[in-house]
């Protein structure tokens, strides 16, 4: 063993050639970091922590070469390091402790990040120069660059560690929220009958009940709605329930004398249970401080409720993913300040609790919609029924459809030259599958004609005989692959051969794009009459693996058999194998499942089944639960609180949970835990359907009936939110559990 002078010697250089190297490669991680990783909303942040990898460069030299200089610098880069990360810890660990508080259900995902955040600050920023120093300040390294000992370091960590203990519960004591308790179902139907009697003049009942009850955090609101319009809306003042809706009493009847009219109209109440300040005004804080139709804004005597936002568009108005336009959340923030630039002082959050009347009775509301009266298979075929009346009226002379209504407006915005082909086809498939389980003949004339506009527009595509559904230079495999759908499941559901060639020569079309592998290319040059072998686009490849089970079964060719099991061969087994991650994770495969469950009996691959089932397990990961989610949420599809739901996803993964189930049952497999999956999905659709009781904010309730919005706090039905929904609904409800 080595010892004296020289063995300390070399002990010392050791270190120094380690730290020298050390300090090298988290330069280059934290450059990196800066400049690609880190986004740049607050530049300083990024130039500093540019500026801090390059002199660990510099330190590294310095240390590697043994010059004092080299010492000196790492030393208070170290110690730096430790204050500014002992900062920046103290104030993630105070976004912890607001977002906990303050930022409603967001908070809940967004404050475990900021610890996840915090964490790392504090590997890189404060363990990792804490280590640096003590090795650098052990006496035979001071020795060896010729500096003297210092240990004030310590002092400094330690006041940094204190702080940071102590910032986080101060945060939360300064923001604390109190919340009053929620009115029981009893008392909103008091308040909803009180507020009638006084609205259509009769004999209010006593309020009693309601004398003790604080009307709130602020003042109570009283909506009146006609036609989807707000025809009166008072801030009731008073200390309890009873004086609060004494007040709004009051208000009505003179609004009544002035217009009588508004006997007709429909009551809402809006309570608010807590407020909580927002510190800054910046456009991102005050974006994702709200629940989106959940909480308002206040400031001053200027108030936004969360149906004022809904309708005027400000909810989900941001892409929280470049390219992925159905992820959105947030609120426009610039516009929700600039409506409020009228009042004065501090911005708050309202936290509310809301009711609405319907025949009597007060129905609580979630992002703008009352729960559902009924559950269950009978309440899905009624939806379903529904959402296909809804989808008849959208359907034009012409055989096309009104892709978006507007239903706050009643507004159909045309088509115009970006007419969607891919939804015009699952929505006259869903036509198809509709008349066959209810046997109607207005909807076999709806589906003959959606379906009729489809031949219409089929192109020849290469040799004769095939043919493509596209528009443009570009054939794309997606809207062929579901006009292929289309067709068979007409031919399927009335047995008219009719079109027969016209599906023929789509599935042949599908055919010459399919790869040796079983996969396929997307995109078809019509032009140049050739594959592009570059784009990739997402369902595609599912979609046409289904036409091709479809195919098999309708027109009987068995190569469209062979080609089917090539695609669910590559679609289960090889599409992630060829890359590391893919052993991992799961993509966009609902139409996978379907398809499978499709090719069943001809191609009966266990591994089909395990696919779909395991794909299923890790969504139902992802599903809200009841009592367990943000509110509306529940039976929904989401990777966070953050991101209010889309329903074409619940709904086209529900036709891909049915799928699996049936797959299941085929192979002899019971899968009690995927029903409960598809019951919550089935309920929350039907849930989130425009129905009678849920439609007071719809400008022409009849027209917007059996709708399915895009999102609860998104105002546009879109055809597919709808024509998914009714085939899960149509498919749920033959499930025998």
């Not at 934290?30 to 510099?58: C, D, E, F, R």
């Not at 012409?398 to 030259?417: H, K, M, N, T, V």
């Not at 036509?431 to 004339?445: F, N, P, Q």
Request: proline letters at 5%; one cysteine or more; aromatic letters at 8%.
């Amino acid at each position: 063993m080595t010892s004296g002078p020289k063995g300390h010697e070399h002990s010392a250089r050791r270190v120094l050639h380690f730290w020298a190297v050390a300090n090298a490669v988290l330069s280059v991680g934290l450059a990196t970091a800066a400049v690609g990783l880190i986004p740049w909303k607050t530049p300083l942040a990024n130039v500093g922590l540019i500026l801090y990898a390059l002199s660990l460069a510099a330190a590294s030299i310095g240390l590697g070469r043994r010059r004092p200089w080299g010492w000196k610098l790492s030393v208070r880069l170290a110690c730096a390091g430790i204050v500014s990360g002992g900062l920046v810890a103290t104030l993630l660990v105070m976004s912890w402790a607001f977002l906990r508080t303050v930022w409603g259900e967001f908070g809940t995902g967004a404050s475990i990040a900021a610890l996840l955040l915090a964490g790392l600050v504090v590997q890189f920023l404060v363990l990792y120069p804490a280590l640096l120093l003590r090795a650098l300040t052990r006496p035979e390294v001071q020795a060896e660059m010729g500096v003297q000992p210092t240990r004030a370091w310590r002092s400094v960590l330690y006041a940094l560690a204190i702080l940071a203990l102590v910032a986080g519960p101060i945060t939360g004591l300064l923001f604390h929220r109190r919340s009053l308790d929620r009115l029981s179902p009893d008392q909103r139907a008091l308040a909803v009958r009180y507020l009638q009697a006084r609205l259509g003049g009769l004999e209010p009942p006593a309020l009693d009940a309601l004398a003790g009850i604080p009307a709130g955090a602020a003042p109570l609101t009283v909506v009146a709605w006609m036609d989807g319009e707000p025809v009166f809306r008072e801030r009731a003042s008073g200390e309890t329930m009873a004086a609060a809706l004494v007040d709004a009493g009051k208000e009505l009847e003179r609004a009544v004398a002035e217009r009588p009219d508004l006997t007709g109209s429909v009551l809402h109440v809006q309570r608010v249970l807590g407020r909580g300040r927002i510190p800054f005004e910046s456009p991102f804080v005050v974006a994702v401080s709200l629940d989106a139709g959940v909480d308002g804004l206040e400031r001053g005597d200027r108030v936004l409720m969360p149906d004022v936002m809904i309708r005027r568009g400000h909810a989900a108005a941001g892409t929280l993913i470049p390219g992925v336009t159905e992820l959105r959340s947030g609120l426009d923030a610039p516009r929700l300040l600039a409506d409020l630039a009228d009042g004065s002082g501090p911005l708050f959050r309202l936290k509310l609790e809301e009711w609405v009347e319907y025949n009597g009775a007060a129905l609580p509301i979630d992002r703008g919609t009352t729960p559902s009266m009924n559950r269950g298979p009978q309440q899905w075929r009624r939806a379903a029924r529904s959402g296909g009346t809804f989808i008849q009226r959208r359907l034009l002379d012409d055989g096309r459809f009104e892709i978006d209504y507007r239903p706050l407006s009643d507004q159909r915005p045309p088509a115009g030259r970006n007419y969607s082909l891919p939804r015009h086809a699952g929505t006259a498939y869903s036509l198809a599958h509709l008349y066959g389980k209810t046997g109607d003949d207005s909807v076999l004339r709806s589906a003959e004609s959606a379906t009729g506009w489809i031949v219409g527009r089929l192109l020849p595509c290469g040799a004769d005989g095939l043919y493509c559904f596209s528009s443009g230079r570009n054939a794309w495999l997606g809207a062929s692959a579901l006009a292929a759908v289309a067709l068979l499941e007409y031919q399927r559901q009335t047995g008219d051969t009719g079109w027969a060639d016209y599906a023929t020569g789509l599935v042949d079309f599908i055919l010459t794009q399919q790869k040796a592998d079983g996969d396929f290319h997307h995109l078809y040059d019509l032009r140049r009459t050739h594959v592009n072998e570059t784009v990739r686009l997402s369902f595609f490849s599912g979609e046409a693996a289904y036409a091709l089970s479809m195919g098999f079964k309708q027109l009987g060719d068995p190569v469209y058999r062979d080609a089917a099991k090539r695609a669910l061969d590559y679609l289960t087994k090889r599409k992630y194998q060829s890359f590391f991650l893919g052993r991992f994770m799961y993509g966009a495969d609902h139409w996978t499942c379907i398809a499978a469950e499709e090719a069943w009996p001809e191609l009966n691959d266990p591994a089909y089944l395990d696919f779909c089932l395991g794909y299923m397990a890790f969504m139902g990961r992802v599903q809200f639960r009841e009592g367990h989610s943000p509110a509306g949420f529940a039976g929904h599809y989401g990777f966070s609180h953050f991101a209010v739901p889309q329903a074409a996803n619940t709904a086209a993964m529900t036709e891909a949970a049915v799928a699996t189930y049936r797959l299941a049952r085929h192979h002899g497999q019971e899968a009690p835990g995927l029903y409960d999956q598809i019951e919550a999905s089935l309920d929350a659709l039907a849930r989130d359907q425009i129905r009678e009781e849920s439609g007071f904010m719809m400008a022409n309730l009849q027209e917007a009936l059996g709708g399915v919005r895009t999102s609860l706090v998104e105002p546009v039905v879109r055809i597919d939110n709808v024509q998914h929904a009714v085939v899960a609904w149509l498919r749920g409800s033959e499930l025998v559990h």
